[in-house]
Protein backbone atom coordinates (compact mmCIF):
# COMPACT_ATOMS: atom_id res chain seq x y z
CA UNK A 1 0.00 0.00 0.00
CA UNK A 2 1.34 3.38 -1.41
CA UNK A 3 0.84 6.83 0.97
CA UNK A 4 0.97 9.48 -0.69
CA UNK A 5 1.06 13.16 0.87
CA UNK A 6 1.14 16.54 -0.44
CA UNK A 7 2.41 20.10 0.66
CA UNK A 8 2.80 23.22 0.10
CA UNK A 9 -0.43 24.71 -1.46
CA UNK A 10 -1.39 27.96 -0.14
CA UNK A 11 -2.63 31.32 -1.68
CA UNK A 12 -0.38 33.76 -3.99
CA UNK A 13 -0.64 36.65 -6.64
CA UNK A 14 -0.68 35.73 -10.28
CA UNK A 15 2.95 35.89 -11.51
CA UNK A 16 4.13 34.67 -8.10
CA UNK A 17 5.51 30.62 -7.55
CA UNK A 18 4.70 27.85 -5.34
CA UNK A 19 6.43 24.68 -4.88
CA UNK A 20 4.12 21.55 -4.36
CA UNK A 21 5.63 18.39 -2.45
CA UNK A 22 4.52 14.55 -2.60
CA UNK A 23 5.90 12.34 0.26
CA UNK A 24 5.44 9.16 -0.52
CA UNK A 25 5.28 5.90 1.82
CA UNK A 26 7.01 3.62 0.93
CA UNK A 27 9.64 5.18 -1.51
CA UNK A 28 7.99 4.73 -5.11
CA UNK A 29 10.01 3.64 -7.84
CA UNK A 30 7.28 4.46 -10.54
CA UNK A 31 6.01 7.02 -12.75
CA UNK A 32 4.05 9.78 -10.89
CA UNK A 33 1.85 12.37 -12.02
CA UNK A 34 0.47 15.80 -10.74
CA UNK A 35 -3.15 16.56 -11.50
CA UNK A 36 -5.76 19.57 -10.89
CA UNK A 37 -9.42 20.16 -10.32
CA UNK A 38 -10.47 23.29 -10.41
CA UNK A 39 -14.13 24.48 -8.86
CA UNK A 40 -16.76 23.59 -11.21
CA UNK A 41 -14.17 21.87 -14.18
CA UNK A 42 -12.94 18.14 -14.43
CA UNK A 43 -9.25 16.90 -13.20
CA UNK A 44 -6.81 17.19 -15.73
CA UNK A 45 -3.48 16.08 -15.68
CA UNK A 46 -0.57 18.59 -14.76
CA UNK A 47 2.44 16.39 -15.24
CA UNK A 48 4.75 13.33 -15.08
CA UNK A 49 7.38 12.24 -14.26
CA UNK A 50 8.70 8.53 -15.16
CA UNK A 51 10.97 6.72 -13.81
CA UNK A 52 13.63 7.11 -15.32
CA UNK A 53 13.43 10.41 -14.55
CA UNK A 54 11.89 12.07 -18.08
CA UNK A 55 8.99 14.62 -17.60
CA UNK A 56 5.74 15.33 -19.53
CA UNK A 57 3.95 18.38 -19.12
CA UNK A 58 0.11 19.65 -20.21
CA UNK A 59 0.38 22.16 -22.97
CA UNK A 60 -1.29 24.60 -20.68
CA UNK A 61 1.66 24.80 -17.98
CA UNK A 62 4.97 23.78 -20.32
CA UNK A 63 7.15 26.13 -19.70
CA UNK A 64 6.05 27.28 -16.13
CA UNK A 65 5.72 24.44 -14.00
CA UNK A 66 8.78 21.88 -13.52
CA UNK A 67 8.27 17.90 -12.37
CA UNK A 68 10.67 16.50 -10.42
CA UNK A 69 12.10 14.20 -7.59
CA UNK A 70 14.56 13.07 -4.99
CA UNK A 71 16.54 10.20 -6.23
CA UNK A 72 15.31 8.10 -3.26
CA UNK A 73 11.88 7.96 -4.73
CA UNK A 74 10.56 9.12 -1.94
CA UNK A 75 9.28 13.22 -2.67
CA UNK A 76 8.11 14.42 -5.90
CA UNK A 77 8.35 17.88 -6.93
CA UNK A 78 5.79 20.82 -8.72
CA UNK A 79 7.99 24.15 -9.27
CA UNK A 80 4.92 26.37 -9.88
CA UNK A 81 6.17 29.69 -11.89
CA UNK A 82 3.96 32.72 -13.48
CA UNK A 83 0.49 31.46 -11.63
CA UNK A 84 -2.21 32.81 -12.95
CA UNK A 85 -5.84 32.87 -11.46
CA UNK A 86 -6.35 30.11 -14.01
CA UNK A 87 -3.77 27.55 -11.80
CA UNK A 88 -6.49 27.88 -8.80
CA UNK A 89 -7.73 24.14 -7.94
CA UNK A 90 -6.59 21.25 -5.38
CA UNK A 91 -3.30 19.61 -7.03
CA UNK A 92 -3.29 15.79 -6.57
CA UNK A 93 -0.31 13.72 -6.77
CA UNK A 94 -1.25 10.07 -8.22
CA UNK A 95 0.98 6.95 -8.78
CA UNK A 96 0.87 6.21 -13.01
CA UNK A 97 -1.00 2.95 -12.31
CA UNK A 98 -3.70 5.28 -10.99
CA UNK A 99 -4.83 3.72 -7.96
CA UNK A 100 -3.28 5.69 -5.47
CA UNK A 101 -3.97 9.40 -4.47
CA UNK A 102 -2.83 11.99 -2.60
CA UNK A 103 -5.13 13.97 -0.37
CA UNK A 104 -4.77 17.14 -2.74
CA UNK A 105 -3.59 20.21 -1.86
CA UNK A 106 -5.26 24.05 -2.56
CA UNK A 107 -3.19 26.48 -4.80
CA UNK A 108 -5.48 29.85 -4.89
CA UNK A 109 -3.94 32.64 -7.19
CA UNK A 110 -5.15 35.90 -7.11
Known amino acids: HVQLVESGGGSVQAGGSVRLSCAASPNIRTCVGWFRQAPGKEREGVAT???????SYADSVKGRFTISKDNAGNTVYLQMNVLSPEDTAVYFCVTGDGNYWGQGTQVTVS
Open 49 to 55: IDTDGSP
